[in-house]
């Protein structure tokens, strides 16, 4: 069993930046953060897996991942915010494997979910 806690969401203008937290209770392999704004369907954000990392074309060039094996925590850095960033993040975790290529945006191969937090873009 594996428990995620997330942190970190809030609300910030355009241009600004946040950072997500996202601690875990036992091991993982793969880390992921995925997104699902109101009337929308969830969306993969990015995937930290192995000290690789992979992120959805939108947010490339602007939200980082790094993980703290000290800590067990992960962390989405999110910057250059804009308005369409709006929306519930949620970590994932995948306790049994690492993540390639589009395999890592597959949200059934995550077990483990966390809570979600409210990250709001203001223009």
């Known amino acids: 069993q594996v428990q995620l806690v997330e942190s970190g969401g809030g609300l910030v203008q355009a241009g600004g930046s946040l950072r997500l937290s996202c601690a875990a209770s036992?091991?993982?392999?793969?880390m992921g953060w995925f997104r699902q704004a109101p009337g929308k369907e969830r969306e993969f954000v990015g995937a930290?897996?192995?000290?690789?990392?992979r992120f959805a074309d939108s947010v490339k060039g602007r939200f980082t991942i790094s993980r703290d094996n000290t800590k067990n925590t992960v962390y989405l850095q999110m910057n250059s915010l804009k308005p369409e960033d709006t929306a519930v993040y949620y970590c994932?975790?995948?306790?049994?494997?690492?993540?390639?290529?589009?395999?890592?945006?597959?949200?059934?191969?995550?077990?483990?979910w966390g809570q979600g937090t409210q990250v709001t873009v203001s223009s």
């Open positions: 994932a975790a995948d306790e049994r494997s690492y993540c390639s290529g589009y395999g890592c945006s597959d949200f059934n191969r995550y077990g483990y």
């Open positions: 036992g091991r993982t392999y793969t």
């Open positions: 930290w897996s192995g000290g690789s990392t």
